[in-house]
């Protein structure tokens, strides 16, 4: 009772500062046996606004929080950001298999986009660049590499989540992707350093990095909108996707608990949440929830309320039925369970993108957009391509089964990359027909660059960032379709190299030529012309003539 | 060889019609950035569906062609594939009429061969089937000296300023023009001292119609495009050369290799370099001003930033034109064997860089030296023969320089 009492104290001292810390897990077992583990942390800052990008300048009102990441909160006021995404991902996130991720910014590598106000004293383009540097400080990720040559600004796509105030300004968006940053643990330690109760109590204490970053795909995201309602929120993701058949300690077995998963469980709850709450979704299957039994039942999710349970917190999920024929019922769950359920499909949109092409100076680019429902779904194709690789835009060839169909690229806008500087940005409104697969094709030249623009490793190519797909839900066909963009895997390109051991070897052997060439050809104009008179062979043969 | 040459011309206009485009349209060897018909499909694409083909990507074309290829001319094949066997044609035909009006033959005994040495000669008819928009320049350039050698100062300066749109060095050829339009275009490499009928007045009025044609031409080109990016886009990239695709030429693996804080200075100094030739050439040659531009045009196919192997050779197919410095000629086998070298390496090195992956970029590298070794070998010995005619053969003696 004591406990309690302390904890509605420290409730009625959030409330006073209204802000509000809620924590959530959601467990979710995947048609192959994996599970999914996403890990949410909201900040909610209560009936504050963003700063408006026309007080840069000027001092800004003094900021103290309690539970709210003031770290990230200075950030967000010095640049006056109003809506910023950061996404760090490792791995590809497998639509086929795993469906929709439950946050769906799975783009591999760093993505960053942030909506920023215009601002008479500092150009929109400075405070990107400043609010990359920072969030490069903050989370010990390379984002200052999302510099010019990888930020484009989208027409279409990447539509605010939250609200955009008014601030007689208009709003602008940039976005930049970074295939090949990869998260790692350095990127959790600061990232955890933003929650009120850090790792020792709550849900957040289940953030184990040896399990995390061992885990098939893992990523974490970074999400910061505003609602007038509400007010500011900062929502801190850690999305896995674990696999529970290699870290069973019973034999191969899909069952999991949290002690499996994480090797951890929750000591105690963190006394400053206001919700903190594990979702566990399953969708099918005979299975048992041991003990704890769910405080609540909605249907295929049970959904358990740390503080209410007793502590240290387990929960575990098992399949009785399996027990007969473990490794076997591994394998057909590895294997064969997405072929056994061919017919109903994780996505409704499947998306799929290759690069082929044998040599190093041009390639085609391979897009198939598969709709698995029954009615035509617009898509907007979102393409931003470093210099690295140009499009022929002129060459895009749109098929469905074999059939040619330039019409369904309703309409498109196009920035045509610069030779060393920004990237190519393309967005096509794609209808994909009901129950087919559209076909794109596009040659593309790939770039020559000087040697210092390559990378260390520079043979092993370079990541392409992903494609995205964005469906375009119209309000009147509401048939309880479920379209979240998509992101296609990285793409890695092969460029020529030079050879980086010869550029005195270059320098010297080119300069000879020009200055061989160029000295004969003065010689022969600058000189006079003689007349020699040449010895008759008769006089000259007798003295060479035992040559 | 009657039948030659119009054998020659069907089977140029019957090679249009097959699909040997399609596997050359990417070859570095015949294609420049500067020249290449993807690159100007791409800008003739960009600037229907209203996007500014100037403000960015690999779109490097004259706002000239943009306009030519976006309204008048279909894209469709085997259209284009025509219009470059007909620019074949055409410069064939004028390398032909050079040579009449230069030998003040009219028999036309040697058009045949004369046509013949532009229609086979693979340097040229390679390129001219990857839709090299070089074939385009080739044919301006020779129309322009047909004009300048009939003495007709507007269409020859007209037509050199259209040449200059579509690659800025042609400019350079503007004082040997001015000359030819006022001197005979006879050979006058035997007589060296006849007296120059050139004059001052007539020279800079020429200049000032050059200058005209030029601001014509750009007025036009900004109509069309409706700012000056283009002139960036066209006439920059060969100044600051931001795509380095391998070419046959000197700038592109120098300018890979260059450390950064040195390429502006090196840029500079190979654009100048192209400057220095003009003047001593001119002066030397002042009895022929043909002959000056025919040198010119084999240094430039050298040195010129996003040279094609069409470049050197409309120069060794204008050699035909210049049959008096034949027996002059130091080392034509040296050349020929330099050629014969330069031309089997180069295709395949290339491949072995980009398509095999078996070799790297220094081999490439090494066959375009060759390659600059063999022009430049041709252009020196035609130098040297072109001044060594004017002694003719004595014998006992032998003329060398001093």
């Known amino acids: ?547 | 060889m009657a039948y030659a040459i119009p054998a020659a011309i069907a089977g140029r206009f019957l090679l249009s019609f097959t699909s040997i485009y399609d596997s050359l349209k990417y070859d570095h060897l015949l294609t420049s950035p500067l020249t290449s018909y993807p690159r100007l499909q791409e800008g003739v694409f960009l600037y229907k569906h209203g996007i500014d083909p100037y403000s960015g990507g690999g779109f490097y074309h004259s706002p000239l062609l943009l306009s030519l290829f976006s309204t008048v001319l279909p894209q469709y094949s085997p259209i284009p594939q025509l219009l470059w066997a007909s620019c074949d044609i055409i410069s064939a035909y004028s390398l032909a009429q050079i040579w009449r009006l230069r030998s003040k033959d009219e028999t036309g005994r040697r058009d045949g061969r004369i046509a013949g040495s532009y229609l086979l000669n693979p340097y040229l008819f390679l390129p001219s089937l990857a839709l090299s928009t070089s074939s385009l320049e080739n044919a301006l350039f020779l129309t322009a000296i047909v004009f300048a050698c009939r003495g007709k100062t507007v269409p020859s300066l007209f037509t050199l300023a259209l040449l200059s749109h579509l690659s800025l060095p042609s400019v350079l050829f503007l004082p040997p023009f001015v000359m030819l339009l006022h001197v005979s275009p006879t050979s006058a490499l035997a007589s060296a001292t006849k007296e120059s009928t050139l004059r001052l007045g007539s020279s800079i009025k020429s200049f000032f119609i050059f200058a005209i044609c030029m601001s014509f031409a750009s007025v036009c080109n900004l109509i069309t495009t409706g700012g000056w990016d283009w002139v960036y886009r066209t006439w920059g990239t060969g100044l600051l050369l931001p795509d380095l695709s391998p070419n046959t030429g000197l700038w592109w693996y120098f300018f890979t290799e260059m450390f950064d804080h040195f390429r502006p200075y090196f840029l500079m100094v190979f654009s100048v370099h192209l400057l220095i030739y003009v003047a001593p050439v001119c002066m030397k040659f002042k009895h022929d001003p043909l002959f000056a531009i025919f040198i010119l045009q084999g240094l430039l196919a050298i040195f010129k930033p996003y040279p094609t192997l069409s470049d050197p050779g409309l120069f060794l197919s204008m050699i035909s034109v210049f049959p008096e410095i034949f027996p002059y000629l130091r080392h034509p086998i040296v050349t020929a064997l330099l050629h014969l070298h330069a031309s089997l390496l180069l295709p395949l090195f290339h491949s072995l860089w980009l398509a095999q992956g078996t070799g790297n970029a220094n081999f490439f590298y090494a066959s375009t030296l060759v390659f600059g070794m063999a022009n430049g070998a041709a252009v020196t010995d035609c130098m040297w023969a072109g001044l060594r005619v004017a002694f003719g053969q004595k014998d006992g003696v032998e003329y060398v320089q001093e």
Request: hydrophobic share 40%.
């Open chain 1, 1 to 547: 009772m004591k406990l309690l009492a302390f904890c509605f104290g420290l409730f009625a001292v959030v409330r006073a500062h209204d802000e509000e810390f809620r924590e959530h897990l959601h467990l979710r077992h995947l048609d192959d046996g994996r599970v999914s583990a996403l890990f949410s942390f909201t900040t909610l800052l209560k009936d504050t606004a963003p700063r408006s990008p026309l007080s840069i300048g000027e001092d800004d009102i003094p900021q103290h929080y309690t539970l709210f990441p003031l770290a990230l909160g200075q950030v967000l006021r010095e640049h006056a950001v109003t809506e910023v995404h950061l996404t760090l991902n490792a791995g590809k996130w497998d639509y086929t298999r795993w469906g929709y991720p439950e946050d769906p910014a799975v783009a591999t590598g760093a993505e960053l986009w942030a909506w920023m106000g215009e601002s008479p004293s500092i150009s929109i383009d400075e405070r990107w660049k400043g609010l990359r540097n920072s969030l490069a400080g903050l989370f010990c990720a390379s984002l200052g590499s999302l510099d010019e040559m990888r930020t484009t600004s989208p027409m279409y796509s990447f539509r605010p989540e939250g609200s955009l105030p008014l601030f007689n300004q208009t709003h602008k968006l940039r976005h930049a992707l970074l295939p090949s940053e990869h998260v790692c643990t350095e990127n959790l330690t600061p990232f955890v350093k933003l929650l009120p109760c850090k790792t020792s109590t709550g849900i957040a204490s289940l953030l184990n990095p040896h399990r995390l970053f061992d885990a098939d795909w893992h990523g974490m995201g970074v999400h910061v909108k505003w609602d007038p309602k509400t007010g500011i929120s900062v929502q801190l993701n850690f999305q896995t996707v674990l696999d529970p058949v290699r870290h069973s300690s019973r034999g191969q077995r899909v069952d999991f608990s949290l002690k499996t998963l994480f090797d951890r469980e929750i000591p105690k709850a963190c006394p400053v949440a206001a919700d903190s709450v594990i979702d566990v979704f399953m969708a099918e299957g005979e299975y048992n929830i041991v003990a704890p039994g769910p405080s609540i039942m909605e249907g295929e999710l049970a959904k358990f309320i740390v503080p209410e349970l007793p502590m240290p917190l387990d929960i575990a999920v098992r399949w009785p039925g399996e027990a007969s024929n473990l490794f076997m019922n591994v394998l057909q769950y590895s294997n064969h369970a997405p072929a056994s359920k061919q017919n109903s499909h994780p996505t409704n949109i499947e998306v799929l993108r290759t690069l082929t092409g044998a040599t190093q100076s041009y390639g085609k680019l391979h897009v198939e957009v598969k709709n698995n429902l029954d009615s035509d779904v617009d898509v907007i194709y979102v393409e931003t391509m470093p210099w690295l690789v140009q499009f022929y835009i002129h060459t895009l060839k749109l098929s469905v089964d074999g059939k040619e169909r330039q019409d369904l690229l309703k309409h498109f806008s196009y920035k045509p990359s610069e030779a060393h500087g920004r990237p190519m940005l393309f967005e096509g409104v794609l209808t994909v027909p009901a129950k087919s697969t559209v076909r794109l094709t596009l040659d593309v030249l790939k770039s020559f660059l000087r040697y210092t623009e390559h990378q260390p490793d520079a043979q092993r190519g370079w990541d392409l960032p992903p494609a995205v797909f964005i469906p375009i839900t119209n309000n009147n066909s509401s048939e309880g379709r479920i379209l979240r963009r998509l992101y296609t895997p990285a793409v890695l390109v092969d460029l020529a190299t030079p050879d980086f051991s010869m550029p005195y070897n270059v320098i010297i052997m080119s300069s000879t030529l020009i200055a061989l060439i160029f000295g004969s050809v003065f010689n022969l104009l600058t000189r006079k012309f003689v007349a020699l008179p040449v010895e008759g062979p008769s006089e000259s043969e007798p003295s060479t003539g035992t040559k």
